[in-house]
């Protein structure tokens, strides 16, 4: 790096002194030229210093920056490893959440056909009912009908009998007045 620098260094003294040779007060420019050199070349070995220091810096924070990077990649790694078991873990349940679904699943449909069934069931006996109680119903109506009209016979047979033995008494009682007159 040392080197760099007085390279550096006479890369710019080399045209300074030859500008110095040229012009009429050499000295006086030479002198000038030399300050300036002496001004660039504190500047430059500032500067040098400062990157020094801050290489030194850099190189005893290396290793600490290097176990915290490794410490990070372990800490990464072992997050990745339990997130992937957790993930596996999750699968799992969600094949067996998956599996218990399907069969539940399953377990609804056979029974949403046997309420079906059991429906159809008992629609077939309440209609089967229905009719059975239509067909007394009307047996029944029939039944009465025959009774009121039997009743009814009986009752005008009742009362024709009765209206004709009246009849009967009143023809006998005129005659019999007809004949005691």
């Known amino acids: 790096m040392k080197l760099t620098y007085r390279v550096l260094l006479l890369w710019l003294a080399i045209p300074l002194l030859a500008t110095a040779q040229s012009s009429g007060d050499s000295s006086t420019n030479f002198t000038t030229d030399l300050f300036k050199l002496q001004v660039e070349l504190q500047r430059l070995q500032e500067s040098y210093s400062s990157q020094q220091n801050s290489l030194k810096i850099l190189t005893e924070q290396f290793p600490t920056i290097r176990n915290a990077t490794a410490n990070n990649a372990k800490n990464i790694e072992f997050q990745i490893s339990n997130l992937e078991g957790e993930m596996a873990k999750f699968q799992e349940r969600q094949a ?83 004949r005691n007159e």
């Open 96 to 178: 067996q959440s998956k599996s218990d679904l399907s069969s539940a699943l399953e377990d609804l449909q056979k029974s949403v056909d046997n309420q079906k069934t059991l429906t159809a069931d008992l629609q077939d006996s309440l209609a089967a009912k229905v009719s059975l109680e239509l067909t007394l119903a009307a047996v029944f109506f029939v039944v009465l009908i025959v009774l009121f009209l039997m009743l009814n016979k009986r009752a005008l047979n009742k009362g024709f009998l009765q209206n004709q033995s009246n009849w009967n008494q009143f023809q006998d009682h005129f005659l019999k007045s007809k």
